[in-house]
């Protein structure tokens, strides 16, 4: 955690939802965030590269890395918005991605944190008696390793790829629809 010059307290949070070019372009437009980057946590190699990540032999998950000031968006709005953009009753895998490198995750950085992330999972769980149980790891952040810069903005900077097409955009229409009053203008 941090401060800012002009004092707003600024917190942070870690969450693997599957791809992180889909994770990031969805918690780019959240109000109150003032910084998303892509990178890799969980993992036990130190400085972990894409094609390292991808092979799924080091443990990391694709995440994300947010900034938030708590007085604009509190921590249980972001966890909400993580549980709705990605599916996370399915054990390493996001779509048609595959392995533990896309598991739902995350990586709290203070107690209150976890106490709110579970506590959510847990209601999650007993209200949707239909569905199937929430997998989602709840563990400490040890290291976050930022991703290649190529990762960066992805979905602004490749917003015409199919991937984009097929995958992104039907994530960002859903939170756009379902939480537009939390979204920047």
Sequence with gaps: MGNTENNTKIE???????????????????KGVSLVKPGYAGGSVENPTYDQVSSGKTGHAEVIYIEYDPSTVAYKT???????????????????????QYRSAIFYTTPEQKEVAETMIHEIDVSSSHGD???????????FYEAENYHHDYYTNHSESMYCHVVINPKLEKVQKQFAELLKN
């Design 12 to 30: 942070k949070a870690v969450f693997g939802g599957g791809c992180f070019w889909c994770t990031e372009a969805v918690f780019k437009m959240m």
């Design 78 to 100: 972001l966890l909400t918005v993580f549980f709705a953009s990605h599916d996370p009753s399915t054990l390493n895998r996001q779509g048609a991605d595959v392995g533990t």
């Design 133 to 143: 149980p929430v997998v989602t790891e709840v563990v400490p952040l040890d290291k």
